[in-house]
């Protein structure tokens, strides 16, 4: 019996993969990291309470100076208005998902192959046919009426980039709800029913409670998302500098705000890179900047959520 | 039939250093002159193409601890859960013949499933407190049944829940604290809390001590013994030790059949068939 005998040639394969494992990962950190960092140095400079309070001007001839109030709070408008209609009807088709839809029948599987197809919709569609829809003289409502010598309905404005970018994330914020709730054990299910609750008070009372954490990290993931997006913004939005009432802030304006055009951090960028009609790529940079920060803040939160699901001892 | 001289190897059953815990020994009590709550009649039930249970006519006595025992599979836990209707849960489940619970046929038409399991409670092998405080798993369980209950009410019922399953006196200073704080043994005193705070007639136990040490089994052994003063207790057990020590009525099942039921004593002295015999003394299992 040797019990000291080695095999060269395993070992050396082992460390060999090891180490080229160990590479990957650090080549892949090391692009995020260096992309973070250059757009840091290129922007940084840009960030001052100024650049974050006054709006863009919208004079291409004085080179797109200004700020980026505007399309600061276009984001977080366009964040609000989707989250407002993905919400409710994500967390409603997950509970239907995980607990009402029998799995053998052939409508679940239309419905999956549903939820797959749209998920992998390219956002540029989705903004051409929020367009093509809204452009419809019945829909005018819900943008501006249209320009002067179209009988069609503008079909640009917040509340039309609100709807659709909320469809685009659905089946992506349905995913997670429908697993966060997947995930509750059956054992509080058969708790309850042996209590005498029935399904739709074991749902409201202890499974949807106890999936909470996780339907809130999918709802925030799905603001990244939201703020992230270029093309239904550009299509659906415009990317007008300005808001369409000066007092934006105006709860009186509030309709007219949000069926009037404007901009999002995205658009921002979008109008002042050398793709765009301005040349201020400087602002262009501090605008990523911010849209890098307000990512980085919704992972930390969902880190957070994590953290605390975890120390709450969740599993049974 | 079991040959006698057999019958006389048996006489009783070696229950090693639990004994110390267990003072109730030689506790169990007549189960002749209690009326049957529950019985069933020719119970037969399938899931799918297979058949889980045959021929099932038993009762279970009022205030008297019931053990159904058998080896793995053998259809004891289906049975008890047919008496609570659990199994309706499970799209393949098909029963035949009449379970009644006080005279009533539970799968008649009319019968509320809400009604019955508040009549029928039930607790778990796996203990399966809700992901909240001590206070609100019983809590909830309250306000389910009676709807919005005044806060001195509840706090009142809580109590009565906890002091019941001999769990108050260890948390009632920490009431809001996490379920999931409490040991094994504790959970499951917590679950048969919340059993008892919508004030079944019936509390059935799937193998409640199945996961727990012999200390927390003696404690919940000790708790059921007090509880059948005022409940009936049907407990499914493949520990027959704890059947002898706590039971009055044993139901001995194998493969979806019940093979003999009578009196705890009775049967393990005397067990009138073979079967029966070879299970206790342990010639199978």
Redesign the interface.
């Known amino acids: 019996m040797n019990l000291t005998a080695t095999n060269r040639r395993a070992q050396i394969t082992s460390i060999l993969g090891t180490v080229a494992c160990w590479a990957m990962a650090v080549l892949v950190v090391g692009v995020c990291v260096f992309i973070i960092g250059y757009l840091m140095q290129q922007g940084a400079s840009s960030i001052s309470w100024k650049f974050l309070s006054t709006d863009p001007s919208g004079s291409i001839a004085e080179g797109g100076g200004g700020g980026v109030r505007v399309p600061l709070v276009g984001s977080a408008l366009l964040i609000i208005l989707s989250m407002l209609v993905a919400v409710p009807l994500a967390v409603a088709s997950a509970v239907y998902l995980a607990e009402y839809m029998d799995e053998g029948r052939s409508l679940t599987r239309i419905v999956r192959v549903g939820l797959e197809v749209l998920a992998g919709v390219p956002s540029v569609v989705f903004g051409m046919f929020g367009l093509a829809v809204f452009t419809l003289p019945a829909l005018a409502f819900v943008s501006a009426a249209g320009a002067d010598n179209h009988s069609d309905a503008y079909g640009r404005s917040f509340l039309v980039a609100g709807i659709v970018m909320g469809i685009h994330v659905l089946p992506f914020i349905i995913k997670v709800a429908e697993e966060a709730i997947r995930n509750v054990?059956r054992?509080?299910r058969?708790?309850?029913?042996?209590?005498?609750?029935?399904k739709w008070?074991a749902i409201r009372?202890?499974v949807l409670?106890?999936a909470g954490p996780g339907i809130a990290t999918g709802i925030i993931l799905g603001m990244g998302l939201v703020a992230g997006d270029t093309a239904i913004v550009w299509l659906t939005l415009g990317g007008t500098m300005t808001m369409a009432a000066d007092a934006w802030w105006a709860p009186s304006n509030a309709l007219t705000v949000l069926r009037g055009s404007g901009s999002t951090l995205t658009t921002f960028i979008y109008y002042n890179s050398p793709a765009g009609e301005g040349n201020s790529i400087g602002l262009a940079f501090g605008a990523a900047v911010l849209l890098i920060g307000l990512l980085l803040v919704l992972n930390i939160i969902t880190g957070v959520i994590a953290r605390y699901q975890a120390r709450?001892?969740?599993a049974? | 039939m079991a040959d006698s001289a057999v019958m006389n190897e048996t006489s009783s059953f070696d229950s090693g250093f639990l004994t110390q815990l267990s003072r109730h020994m030689d506790v169990q009590r007549e189960t002749a002159n209690a009326r049957p709550i529950i019985s069933s009649d020719n119970l037969g039930v399938h899931y799918g193409r297979k058949q889980a249970l045959e021929g099932v006519s038993l009762e279970i006595p009022i205030h008297r601890i019931t053990a159904f025992i058998g080896p793995s599979g053998c259809g004891k836990s289906t049975a008890l859960r047919c008496f609570n209707r659990m199994n309706d849960e499970i799209s393949s489940f098909k029963m035949t013949g009449t379970i009644t619970l006080d005279g009533q046929d539970i799968y008649g038409r009319g019968v509320n499933l809400t009604a019955l399991r508040r009549n029928v409670g039930m607790v778990f092998q796996q203990p399966n407190p809700f992901p909240m405080s001590i206070y609100d798993n019983i809590a909830l369980a309250v306000r389910e049944q009676k709807g919005r209950v005044p806060r001195a009410e509840l706090d009142s019922v809580v109590e009565h829940s906890l002091v019941q399953a001999g769990l108050w006196e260890e948390v009632k200073n920490s009431l809001k604290d996490s379920a999931f704080s409490l040991s094994g043994g504790q959970q499951q005193r917590l679950c048969i809390a919340r059993a008892l705070a919508v004030t079944p007639a019936v509390l059935m136990l799937d193998e409640p001590c199945a996961s727990l040490d012999p200390i927390s089994t003696a404690k919940i052994e000790e708790l059921l013994l007090e509880l059948s003063a005022d409940y009936t207790i049907v407990i499914v057990t493949h520990n027959l030790a704890q059947a002898h020590r706590i039971s009055d009525q044993v139901a001995f099942f194998l493969m979806g059949k019940l093979v003999e039921t009578g009196e705890t004593r009775t049967v393990f002295e005397a067990p009138r068939f073979g079967e029966t015999a070879n299970y206790i003394q342990g010639r199978f299992g």
């Open positions: 054990p054992s509080y058969s708790g309850a029913a042996a209590l005498g609750m029935t008070r009372k202890i409670p106890a709450a001892g969740r049974a």
